[in-house]
């Protein structure tokens, strides 16, 4: 008999709303304008860790915002065209990352109680109940 | 979130449904930063109902395509349509669309050309300010110290902070137009003084001098520091208008600077003491020799062909310094045929250089003036460019990531001489 354990992180809401899905996880900022397509929800920063991977219906754990001021448009623009992640979970607060939070319109939680990027690997499946400020994570199968 | 009475009847509707939808949002927002009241700005600086041929489609496509529709559901995030007021606290128009007297030679098409029209008509018609430039500062927008401002475009945030002591977070597209219609931002953040001091320390121990050595530095200042805030500590010739523009537009583009103190020039900076504040700096780095090459040779990565069939400058937009200067080392030269060189800046410094005659001094040698945009914003080259040159450390940051092209980066000497023989004959300092 297996059970699968789950992680349980405590943090702060930043937009409220229930999500969940695949983690797609980086330690590096993420850009905004000049650095990702939006209408393809593709990373398109020359030296980012994450150029041409897509974030569409992920469960983006990142360190912060990066870049322009273009930053809320980009993601805003991701949301319209549908590419947008499910939810974010980060831990540096930029008014970037707040206001781009707030126009896409997902689940967002920062200051957790554990470093998400020590405990998060992309492909794990993560619930972000953000109201509760709770995330649940199961890791992927090795 | 603690609202005022005036705040709060603006988010009961009382005062419209478009100050409503704005207030909305700014308390969303302001919830979402963690941050406790608003601010009054009198000062805004955006891309109200600004849009680019996605939006347009899209909007379209859903049968929402009124001159309110953009502003509406994009910039005020509203599921609902409104009736877009005009601007109640002074509002501007940073960089967009396309120079209105020269849009066909960055390749726009006659189709968005208009739409650009459309929507700068709407924004003039909304009181709003057409800057259509990058450095508001020196186009008629120069706050004074302590002044509140809801600014977007991060070299003009990291300007106004810095070198002005106003004060403003880096806001974006949806939070400058509910400002617009509100005259609040969140009180968070570079607003209150306590986030002002500096955090980490860097000791410059090598000549800067050109506007090439600010650049780097500022390249070098915002890797290190990412979105923290340097305090700089040297002796240096020269820190006017144009260096500390690009020093600042290079660390807000290599991180997220949106503050910087340099001890002795920066208005909150007069010592170390000050800069820092009760804090201690949290490093120290040290900008040497090998630090300044190791910069020139991480911006110059992109150049491999000395061939050079563009040179772009103006990024962030020419101070009318820099015309002259541009003007002065191309007298009695012509750029060369194999070659194009395009200059970007505001609508008001062109206009100023016409009146002293250096619009014709440049035209002649084959020089473009351009206004509203610049390459890497427009995605605009010449047909054919494969090698730029480029003397601005945030274009050569951008420029060849967005477009594929290689690009080198030098002095304005460099670039302007790249253009008249077509060659690259920059020098490692």
Redesign the interface.
């Known amino acids: 008999m297996t059970v699968s354990t789950k992680i349980v992180l405590r943090g702060?809401k930043?937009?409220g709303g229930r999500a969940e899905g695949e983690a797609l996880v980086t330690r590096q900022?993420i850009p905004g304008w000049?650095?990702v397509n939006p209408?393809q929800g593709v990373i398109?920063?020359?030296q980012h860790e994450l150029r041409g991977v897509s974030f569409k219906d992920k469960i983006l754990v990142f360190r912060?915002?990066?870049?322009?001021?273009?930053?809320?448009?980009m993601y805003?623009?991701a949301r319209?065209?549908g590419t947008a992640p499910r939810a974010l979970i980060f831990n540096?607060?930029?008014?970037?990352v707040?206001?781009?939070?707030?126009?896409m319109?997902v689940p967002?939680i920062t200051d957790l109680d554990q470093d998400p990027l020590d405990v998060i690997e992309t492909g794990d499946w993560v619930t972000v109940d953000a109201d509760r400020g709770i995330v649940e994570v199961v890791k992927r199968a090795p | 979130m603690n609202l005022t009475r005036q705040e709060q009847e603006m988010l009961d509707g009382r005062q419209g449904k478009a100050t409503q939808k704005a207030m909305e949002l700014l308390v969303r927002y302001a919830e979402a930063l963690g941050a406790e009241r608003f601010v009054d700005t009198r000062n805004v600086a955006g891309v109200p109902g600004s849009a680019n041929p996605f939006l347009q489609n899209y909007y379209k496509d859903k049968g929402a395509d009124g001159l309110d529709a953009i502003f509406s559901h994009f910039d005020l995030d509203s599921d609902e349509l409104i009736e877009v007021p005009p601007a109640l606290v002074p509002t501007f128009h940073l960089q967009g669309g396309a120079d209105p007297s020269a849009w066909q030679t960055i390749g726009v098409k006659v189709e968005v050309f208009r739409n650009y029209q459309e929507r700068e008509a709407f924004a003039a018609s909304h009181d709003v300010g057409i800057l259509k430039t990058c450095t508001p500062y020196l186009a008629g927008n120069v706050p004074a110290r302590g002044e509140h401002l809801a600014w977007m475009e991060s070299s003009a945030v990291i300007y106004a902070n810095s070198v002005l002591g106003a004060r403003t977070n880096t806001e974006g597209r949806e939070s400058t137009s509910a400002a617009m219609l509100t005259g609040k931002i969140p009180d968070w953040g570079l607003h209150q003084t306590e986030y002002r001091y500096g955090t980490h320390r860097i000791d410059v121990d090598v000549n800067v001098d050109s506007v090439m050595d600010w650049g780097m530095l500022g390249y070098y200042v915002g890797d290190v520091v990412q979105e923290r805030i340097p305090v700089v500590v040297g002796k240096y010739s020269q820190s006017e208008i144009v260096r500390l523009k690009h020093f600042g537009a290079a660390a807000s583009s290599s991180g997220g600077v949106e503050m910087y103190h340099i001890v002795g020039v920066t208005p909150e900076a007069d010592s170390l003491e000050m800069a820092f504040g009760p804090k201690k700096p949290l490093e120290t780095f040290r900008y040497g020799k090998d630090e300044q090459r190791r910069v020139y040779d991480r911006l110059n990565a992109n150049g491999s062909d000395p061939d050079v069939d563009f040179v772009m400058l103006g990024c962030p937009h020419a101070a009318i310094d820099q015309l002259r200067e541009a003007a002065r080392l191309l007298d009695g030269k012509k750029v060369s045929a194999n070659c194009a060189l395009w200059i970007f800046t505001s609508r008001a410094v062109k206009s100023q250089a016409q009146q002293e005659g250096l619009l014709s001094r440049l035209a002649s040698a084959g020089a473009v003036l351009l206004t509203d945009t610049c390459s890497a914003f427009a995605q605009a080259l010449p047909p054919g460019t494969k090698v730029a040159a480029l003397d601005s450390a945030k274009q050569v940051h951008y420029l060849p990531a967005i477009l594929g092209i290689q690009a080198w980066f030098g002095t304005t000497s460099d670039c302007i001489t790249a253009a008249i023989t077509g060659r690259w004959t920059g020098e490692r300092p």
């Not at chain 1, 912060?64 to 448009?73: D, L, M, P, R």
């Not at chain 1, 540096?92 to 970037?96: D, G, N, P």
Request: proline fraction near 0%; charge should be positive.
């Open positions: 702060r930043v937009c900022t000049g650095g209408v398109t920063e020359t912060g915002a990066k870049g322009s001021s273009g930053w809320s448009a805003h623009t319209l065209a540096e607060m930029t008014t970037k707040a206001l781009g939070a707030v126009v319109r967002s």
